[in-house]
């Protein structure tokens, strides 16, 4: 269960970079997959970097091996997909895009910190 929580907690730092990334280079497409309007570049691009620094957090534990300290990570990054849920959400975007895809990136994330504290 720690091997699937740890390539889980990589997938996710890679993601979250790769997404990051995505916000840099096509902040409008990236908004629109985000599940809101594109309306101010700028915050496109902080978001971006908010992404990629959200990812880079993750690779010293995952460098080192100290699982704990990873799971602490995860679990202390699981405010930002929830946040971005509730900010779809309160913005009119698509249902499905705010649980579907940050909701369930939370509870993902949620169980791998959990599998990599208690284990």
Do not use: C
Request: aromatic residues 6%.
């Amino acid at each position: 269960m720690v091997t699937i929580a740890t390539w889980l907690a990589g997938l996710v730092a890679i993601g979250i970079i790769l997404i990051g990334a995505r916000f840099l280079l096509r902040p409008v497409a990236s908004a629109e997959g985000f599940g809101v309007p594109a309306s101010m570049n700028a915050y496109l691009t902080v978001k971006g970097v908010r992404d990629i620094t959200a990812g880079l957090v993750l690779i010293p534990a995952l460098v080192t091996g100290d699982q704990r300290m990873l799971g602490w990570l995860v679990l202390a990054s699981v405010f930002a997909p929830l946040g971005d849920m509730v900010v779809v959400l309160r913005n009119g975007g698509p249902r499905a895009v705010a649980f579907g895809v940050h909701g369930l990136t939370a509870a993902v994330m949620a169980v791998a910190a959990a599998v990599l504290i208690l284990v």
